[in-house]
């Protein structure tokens, strides 16, 4: 199995412009943001199943032994390693437009959305 650890934390980003199904700004990255939320519970309720079926096979009550547990410092920094990792995959694609939104900034585009601003 591999660990949030295990992965690199190089992202390899697609060149070149996404697809766009929806008109309404935000709505591709929603869906993005969605459909990795719905991959990681499915994957999380199907390893929850197997955990609960091989403790019932060993007659050990998952669910006593789950509320009685106290986590160390070193397990709650691996939870905390595995949310980061997390995140950064769910707001992944947020995060690459706004440095490609960042990266075609310049003064004459700044200027010119302060002028457009103004005369509106």
């Known amino acids: 199995m591999t660990q949030p650890t295990d ?5 390899k980003d697609a060149k070149g412009k996404r697809p766009q199904f929806y008109s309404q700004p935000g709505l591709d990255q929603t869906l993005s943001m969605i459909m990795v939320l719905a991959g990681e519970v499915c ?5 929850m199943d197997a955990q609960e079926r091989v403790a019932r ?7 006593e ?4 547990l106290k986590l160390d410092d070193e397990a709650l ?8 990792d997390f995140l950064d995959r769910l707001f992944y694609l947020a995060r690459k437009e706004a440095s490609e939104a960042a990266a075609q900034e310049s003064d004459e585009s700044y200027r010119a959305t302060i002028a457009d601003i103004a005369v509106n």
């Open 43 to 47: 994957m999380l309720r199907d390893r």
């Open 7 to 11: 992965r690199p934390h190089v992202i």
């Open 65 to 68: 032994g789950i509320d009685a």
């Open 77 to 84: 920094q691996a939870r905390e390693a595995y949310r980061q």
């Open 57 to 63: 096979m060993h007659g050990i009550n998952l669910a």
